[in-house]
C-alpha cells in the first residue's frame, strides 16, 4: 500500500516562505515522478511542481523563480519550498506521486497567504 504523507502549509503572510513535504511509505525512486498540485473552489486541480526519477524539474509559469522542489531519498521525502508567497498562491496542495499508470495522492495541506 503506497502512502503519501503530507505536512507544512498553514497561514503565511505576502512575501512570506513555507514548506510542505510529502513522506511516501515506499522509496521514491520507484515512482516515475512525485509532484504539487494545488486546487482553489471552482478552478481545476494545478501542477505546480514535478520531479522526475531523473531529477528533472517542471514547474509552472506562475511559479517559476518563487517555489523550489526537492527530494531527499534517504527520508522518502519531496519538499516544495515556496518563497515570496502571494495571495494567489491561497489554495490546497496535494503530494502526487505516479508510477506508470498508477496514481497516488497525499491528503492534502492548505496555504493560505494573506495579511
Known amino acids: 500500500q503506497v502512502q503519501l504523507v503530507q505536512s507544512g502549509g498553514g497561514l503565511v503572510q505576502p512575501g512570506g516562505s513555507l514548506t510542505l513535504s510529502c513522506a511516501a511509505s515506499?522509496?521514491?525512486?520507484?515512482?516515475?515522478?512525485m509532484g504539487w498540485y494545488r486546487h482553489t473552489p471552482g478552478q481545476q486541480r494545478e501542477l505546480v511542481a514535478d520531479?522526475?526519477?531523473?531529477?528533472?524539474?517542471n514547474y509552472a509559469d506562475s511559479v517559476k523563480g518563487r517555489f523550489t522542489i526537492s527530494r531527499d531519498g534517504a527520508k522518502n521525502t519531496v519538499y516544495l519550498q515556496m518563497n515570496s508567497l502571494k495571495p494567489e498562491d491561497t489554495a490546497v496542495y496535494y503530494c502526487?506521486?505516479?508510477?506508470?499508470?498508477?496514481?497516488?495522492w497525499g491528503q492534502g495541506t492548505q496555504v493560505t497567504v494573506s495579511s
Open positions: 502526487n506521486a505516479r508510477i506508470m499508470s498508477r496514481e497516488f
Open positions: 515506499i522509496n521514491i525512486f520507484e515512482f516515475n515522478t
Open positions: 520531479i522526475n526519477v531523473g531529477g528533472t524539474r
